[in-house]
């Protein structure tokens, strides 16, 4: 589709393929020195590594990959598949480590990709265009840009993006191993925040699991654990070819099950930690919460309510025990630290395509909905589009959708209008096309409201 774009000057296209000598905390010089693209490596000077890859057919784009939480390495692709594809497409790809100070590296990340950037150029030369794909927390570093991109970006991909932010990913995840902790080990007091070592986070986590994994054998455990995931925003499909029935209760909970136990608490608890870490302290509260109000607002109210009933539970009794009993508090510096790194306005400065799966479990696909809520209170939506891939898992994407998404961009800013390019049905098309030898999952779907959101009903206020 883009295989035939201009191709930047003979200039540039030779700094792209030459062994530049580098020293102090520039590029390192190429890898590799005969391949048909050439790899650069390079330190910033807060410590942070980058690195790029140049095709030797570069097409004048350059992709500014931000990675996801994890261990602070350099990336500058999604996965090998899609890189290889994207470099056979001629794309150049460029990325950083991060510097930290946590795994949750907001405060470090976006200057750190812009002095990436910086670097790259420095040594190939302006591209025509640059684009900013994310991925989970790399989404949010994305969205970040976009709202403010430095007449250095043009546009943003966003995959499995964590577009929500921080605030609310801790509120919404401690909303939900606080109902496991009162409603599933009531006689034990599990930390579920202020976490000083790693060591803490993994004496929770044992306890969330255990409790969790035993209250699987009884219906009214069960249950429990469902009331628990509606709050975290758990999808009812963790694995299998397909979701279970929309009224197969029982299937849809045991899939939650498997999640809390598997990644989600997993996840969850040892995130909280290191975005503790950064932020200096805990920003989620559970004080002041109506969580009446929202299960109400939540898309598996309806499982949540059949399975109580199976169980034989009071359910407005163990809401109204959860909303009486809840105390913790956020502490006000880290709210604001978070709120600083960790949180997008909604102003988009560039064209920016979301794209999600429908059931992840790590990044809920709800966080879409509260940010285009947010895009639209700044008056951004024309700015703004959201696809769904059908699937279940974590930015489990095929290299041919996001590379379809990645086109569709692409048109937006080649023609100053979507068009029709990020819908179901022509990203389908546009991904079959590439003949990458799998069938393309976009559908028609609308994420539902984010259960716990800021804002959302039963939690209205920024901070408490």
């Not at 602070?72 to 692709?77: F, G, M, S, T, V």
């Not at 590439?434 to 716990?452: E, I, W």
Request: glycine fraction near 10%; include cysteine.
């Amino acid at each position: 589709m883009h295989r035939t774009r201009r191709r930047w000057s003979s200039r540039i296209m030779a700094a792209a393929v030459v062994a530049v000598a580098a020293g102090g905390v520039t590029s390192m010089g190429p890898a590799q020195a005969a391949t048909p693209s050439r790899s650069y490596t390079g330190t910033l000077s807060d410590g942070a590594d980058w690195m790029a890859d140049v095709p030797a057919a570069w097409n004048g784009t350059l992709i500014l990959f931000s990675h996801g939480y994890g261990p602070l390495q350099a990336q500058d692709a999604p996965d090998p598949a899609t890189k290889k594809e994207l470099l056979a497409e001629g794309y150049a790809l460029a990325g950083s480590s991060y510097s930290g100070p946590s795994m949750w590296a907001l405060q470090s990340a976006v200057n750190d990709q812009f002095a990436s950037l910086r670097a790259v150029q420095d040594k190939i030369g302006h591209p025509q265009r640059t684009i900013a794909w994310g991925r989970s927390m790399g989404g949010l570093v994305s969205a970040l840009e976009t709202q403010d991109p430095r007449h250095q970006v043009d546009g943003t991909l966003t995959t499995c993006g964590l577009v929500g932010g921080a605030l609310n990913l801790n509120n919404y995840q401690l909303d939900g191993e606080y109902a496991a902790s009162r409603l599933l080990a009531p006689e034990q007091k599990i930390q579920l925040v202020g976490y000083r070592t790693p060591q803490q986070a993994s004496t929770a986590l044992d306890a969330l699991n255990t409790a969790t994994s035993a209250a699987q054998n009884s219906p009214q455990g069960r249950a429990r654990i469902a009331l628990a995931a509606a709050l975290i925003n758990e999808p009812t499909w963790y694995s299998g070819q397909a979701a279970p029935d929309p009224h197969d209760y029982a299937a849809q909970e045991a899939q939650q099950e498997q999640t809390l136990v598997g990644p989600g608490f997993s996840r969850y608890v040892t995130g909280r930690q290191q975005i503790e870490l950064s932020a200096g302290g805990n920003s989620a509260y559970t004080a002041g919460v109506d969580y009446r109000a929202l299960l109400n607002s939540s898309s598996h109210t309806t499982e949540v309510r059949a399975l109580y009933k199976q169980g034989g539970l009071d359910l407005n009794a163990d809401l109204s025990t959860l909303t009486r009993d809840a105390d913790i508090h956020a502490d006000p510096r880290a709210v604001a630290s978070l709120t600083r790194t960790s949180m997008a306005t909604g102003h988009l400065g560039v064209p920016e395509l979301d794209i999600h799966t429908t059931s992840d479990q790590l990044v809920p696909v709800e966080q879409e909905n509260w940010y285009a809520q947010r895009v639209a209170q700044a008056g951004d939506s024309h700015l703004l589009r959201q696809a769904y891939v059908q699937g279940t898992g974590h930015c489990a994407f095929q290299p041919a959708e996001q590379i379809a998404a990645l086109h569709a961009l692409e048109h937006r800013l080649d023609t100053g209008r979507w068009d029709n390019a990020a819908r179901p049905t022509e990203l389908n098309a546009a991904a079959t096309a590439l003949n990458l030898g799998t069938t393309p999952r976009y559908a028609p779907f609308h994420a539902p409201r984010l259960v716990g959101g800021l804002g959302e009903p039963g939690r209205d206020r920024l901070r408490h």
